[in-house]
């Protein structure tokens, strides 16, 4: 039977959009609205016959939100099915709207980026605010991720279709958002480059203030006061202290050693300028030393 969808199991859904007759629109276009992007998915995945009149009904009926979140989801069964519906007026209505729509959240993207740069910045001498800044840069990568994805297919579909103002329209907000992406947003420094964008600003920042409280040759438990790593409870968290144990400093600063921290340069020389990026590194090399 499938799943129970509003009254409606998935087969009879499916069965709807097969229908070769104009009866069922009305009907189709209300479970367009009312069916969850998760719902949709899961029928149009499975669809193997469809009327593209009835598949019309069902795309005008969706949500701007769920049009959005399939075009992130689409698969290459779904874009093949909505081929089929590319010159019919809904779909090319959807595209359209979301063009709009994703011009619009592309500006707020970067707004957003423009105050990531601001508390950048401004950063204090305990780099406190680094992790929730640390946070809504992630958030805006996810963001751009989405954005850049939808654009993408929404061009698969306009460039089938025979409306050259949608490619006009799409065309130009996905390049704008590769740029946003590539210059601005940037990414983490890895094994092949160097960080880029806002990371690089981060690594700039945090740097400094390093540079500015310690100097390299002092201990890198100094490093981690810094980033607000001072209490016993914060190394315990971090693997950095024995637990069910009295430690001292001194332990600490032992077992930063044996991972590779010795020093203010030995954290600066393995970017870490966050409590998360402290995690990862501890946790990668508790792994390698077990190898």
Known sequence: MGLDIHGYTLEQIQALLALQEETVSKELEKLGNLLSLENVIQVLERQKKVSSRNLSAFLLGMTEETFSGLLINLTDPILLLLYQSIHEE???????????SAEKS???????????????????????????????????????????????????????????????????????????????LGKKKNDLTQATGLHLKIEERLGAIYDRLLMDSDPSIEALAVLGIVYLEDFQALGLAEPDRKNTLQDVQHILNTLGLRTVADVKANRIYSRGALQDYVKHAYKFMRL
């Not at 809904?90 to 709009?100: K, S, Y």
């Not at 929730?132 to 751009?144: A, F, K, R």
């Not at 460039?159 to 590769?178: C, F, G, M, T, Y």
């Open 106 to 184: 592309l500006s707020e993207l970067s707004v957003k980026t423009e105050r990531c740069l601001i508390e950048i910045s401004t950063l204090n001498d305990t780099a406190s605010g680094i992790e929730p800044l640390y946070q809504n840069i992630s958030s805006l990568e996810n963001e751009m991720a989405n954005l850049t994805t939808a654009l993408q297919n929404a061009l698969k579909l306009a460039w089938q279709s025979d409306r050259q103002q949608l490619v006009a329209l799409l065309s130009p907000i996905k390049e704008a958002a590769e740029r946003l992406r590539l210059q601005s």
């Open 90 to 100: 809904p779909l090319l209505h959807q595209l359209t709207v979301f063009g709009h």
